[in-house]
């Protein structure tokens, strides 16, 4: 049991660094951590007449667990008062008496003084009314951190706990929401955009709910989207985005135009990070205009990459479709000599589904994700690893993100590449095409061997299927915990699970910094013993001598020109001349390899490493 969804009540804490010990078998715990988790009751509120009737209670058995309390519970002051202040974005933070803090969400009164409240209606939903302390007290905060040392005081950072409030802030019938997509795709998307809109409905008995059409651009050039329950009531069976997304488009003026123009007051935007960025913008024009609407985030990202929350809705079932590739890339790598299976999977900056992928598996042999950088020859590089692997088990497979090798790439190619897709985000080279290249054609090369390499990129596969069961569950418990805040007057925030505990993260806080695989952390390390693959840890030293020697190259090549200009030598076709020279300074050594695919050429990292033997031909191979 965990104390830490309570850690803001300080008062409750009993333990000389104020955490609480479940000791085992015994099922024992304080009191008020059991009665807080329990009910959903927070102790910055509670006054000592409220412990001992919830004490009571206890006693009498009211709660399903049995507990034995500790004396000492009842003796701890309590917490009458917490401090707020603002930290330097700009976001509210609550320090509580024993020092934890709480990074708070927009609120619209934060700007519109006097704002009605009203009941709730679930408190009449008959679903509901029989869940017991179904409504979240404002009190309720999830701590950022759960493994912390018992000895420690202060309990870090915490967020609002999500869920329903007993008082809200806009009367069901006043309510015009509407929902958008955008950015790439990911599985789960129409389940969560058919549970805000079944959710609004049956819940809060909204009944105006429009879809805008093709994402941000969607509010200002096209007609909205009526949505029931009716309409969306099949669309979770389905992969995309029924409301269709885009990318770029992002016209800040003209979007809250649209939301004021039609009468709009709730905003539910599904998203990964560049939508959760326009997401903040977006509530920060209306808060500036001074409207009554709530900016509500849904996180969407395949990549895993999004800061703060445990996971993104959609990487699960990422993860296990990904499966289906990895099994066919070993089936064909298996039956044949030499095979060589290589999938390239999703993830930009993150590899968090090609790591997941291959701990799932135990079929690869390699997994290569942006967050560490590989190298190809010499010793411990990519293709030394592979030669032994095939030696040893006649075929292999290899996991790339598509992320993975960026650098190296871009240090191999002649034109570089800086295009950007609408939305901004670099594009990037394809690292599985250029792989297979340089794979191959080094093996015939250099060892005289044949790679029987098949290639799958199973990206767009992956990203169109419907979500499985779990994301399906955890996407409506994403809309409902959107729903619950916008209702309850939140603004400028986005919802996921911390800990498992569903929160209201401001979406300033989301956006700060994307997530990364930490290679410091047990996941990897449980890859790298898994797969026994090569750390590349010596990639900063082989990089450097590449580029020196590139450096050398090049300024040969200078010289070489200035001698034939000051000779006044005029060579025919001297331009293509000068093309040419810059290929063979970007191709190394290595002439033989043709231009792989996509314009690349054989990277400058990719030759022999200075000083180091070179591999030997094999010429026993076939
Ligand atoms: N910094 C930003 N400020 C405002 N809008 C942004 C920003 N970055 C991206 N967007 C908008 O968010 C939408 C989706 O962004 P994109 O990066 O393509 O996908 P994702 O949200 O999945 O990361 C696009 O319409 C884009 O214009
Ligand atoms: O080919 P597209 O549609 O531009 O998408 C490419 C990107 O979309 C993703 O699937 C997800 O990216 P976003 O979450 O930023 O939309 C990435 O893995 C991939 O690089
Ligand atoms: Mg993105």
Redesign the pocket.
């Known amino acids: 049991m965990a104390c830490c969804s309570t850690r803001i009540s300080p008062g409750l804490h009993t333990c000389a660094g104020g955490a609480c010990v479940q000791r085992s078998g015994r099922a024992e715990a304080c009191l008020g951590v059991s009665v807080a988790e329990e009910k959903g009751l927070s102790a910055l509120r509670v006054s000592s007449e409220k412990i001992e009737e919830r004490r009571k209670g206890f006693l009498k058995g009211e709660y399903h667990r049995k507990f034995v309390m500790h004396a000492v519970v009842m003796e701890v002051p309590v917490v009458r008062e917490t401090r707020m202040g603002l930290n330097l974005n700009g976001t509210k933070v609550y320090t509580g008496a024993g020092g934890a803090i709480l990074e708070d969400v927009p609120h619209l009164t934060d700007w519109l003084s006097g704002l009605p409240t009203y009941p709730n209606p679930l408190k009449y939903n008959p679903a509901y009314s029989a869940a017991r302390q179904y409504f979240v007290e404002e009190t309720d905060t999830v701590a950022k951190d759960v493994v912390v040392n018992i000895n420690d005081v202060g309990h870090g950072i915490h967020f609002r706990r999500a869920g329903p409030r007993d008082q809200i802030y806009f009367k069901p019938e006043e309510v015009r929401a509407c929902i958008v997509t955008?950015?790439?795709?990911?599985p789960g998307i129409n389940t969560v955009i058919r549970e805000i809109v079944c959710g609004l409905w049956t819940q809060y008995g909204v009944r105006e709910i429009l879809g805008i059409d093709g994402g941000y651009r969607g509010f200002y050039s096209k007609n909205t989207i009526d949505l029931t329950p009716k309409t969306v009531n099949d669309i979770h069976k389905r992969g995309g985005t029924v409301l269709q997304t885009s990318?770029g488009g992002h016209d800040l003026g003209k979007i809250v135009d649209s939301i004021q123009d039609r009468d709009i007051n709730q905003v539910y935007i599904i998203?990964?990070?560049?939508?959760q960025k326009g997401a903040n913008a977006i509530y920060e024009e209306c808060k500036r205009r001074g409207l009554k609407v709530a900016v509500a985030g849904i996180p969407?990202?395949?990549?895993n990459?999004i800061d703060v929350i445990d996971k993104s809705f959609g990487f699960d079932t990422a993860v296990e479709e990904a499966q289906r590739a990895i099994n066919a890339a070993h089936v064909e790598a298996e039956s044949v000599q030499n095979g060589l299976g290589l999938v390239k999977l999703?993830?930009?900056y993150s590899g968090y589904?090609a790591m997941h992928a291959t701990l799932a598996s135990r079929d690869v042999d390699c997994c290569l994700i942006p967050e560490v950088p590989f190298y190809l020859h010499g010793s411990g590089g990519l293709i030394e690893f592979v030669r032994k692997r095939l030696r040893e088990s006649g075929h292999m497979v290899i996991v790339v993100a598509?992320?993975a090798g960026q650098e190296l790439m871009a240090e191999s190619t002649v034109n570089n590449n800086d295009l950007k897709?609408a939305?901004g985000?670099k594009?990037?080279l394809d690292v599985g095409l250029w792989l297979c290249t340089i794979l191959k054609d080094h093996f015939q090369a250099e060892f005289r061997e044949t790679l029987n390499l098949k290639y799958i990129d199973p990206?767009?596969m992956i990203?169109a299927i419907p979500s499985n069961a779990s994301d399906n569950v955890y996407c409506t418990l994403l809309a409902h915990g959107a729903i619950h805040g916008a209702m309850a007057g939140y603004s400028g925030f986005t919802v996921g699970p911390i800990n498992n505990r569903h929160c209201y993260i401001p979406i300033k806080r989301v956006v700060a910094k994307s997530r990364n695989v930490n290679v410091a952390d047990r996941m990897w390390a449980r890859l790298m013993s898994s797969t026994n693959q090569p750390n590349f840890s010596r990639y900063e030293e082989v990089v450097q001598r590449q580029r020196k020697l590139n450096a050398q190259k090049q300024e040969e090549v200078e010289n070489e020109k200035s001698t034939l200009s000051s000779n006044g030598a005029s060579k025919p076709g001297n331009e293509r001349a000068t093309e040419d020279e810059s290929v063979l300074i970007h191709s190394g050594d290595r002439q033989e390899f043709p231009v792989s695919a996509g314009g690349l050429q054989p990277s400058p990292i990719s030759s022999p490493v200075a000083g180091e033997p070179t591999p030997s031909v094999d010429h026993a191979a076939p």
Not at 271 to 275: L, M, N, P
């Open positions: 955008c950015g790439g795709l990911c990318r998203g990964g990070d560049g939508t969407k990202t395949i990549d990459d999703m993830g930009r589904i598509e992320g897709d939305s985000n594009l990037l990206k767009y990203r």
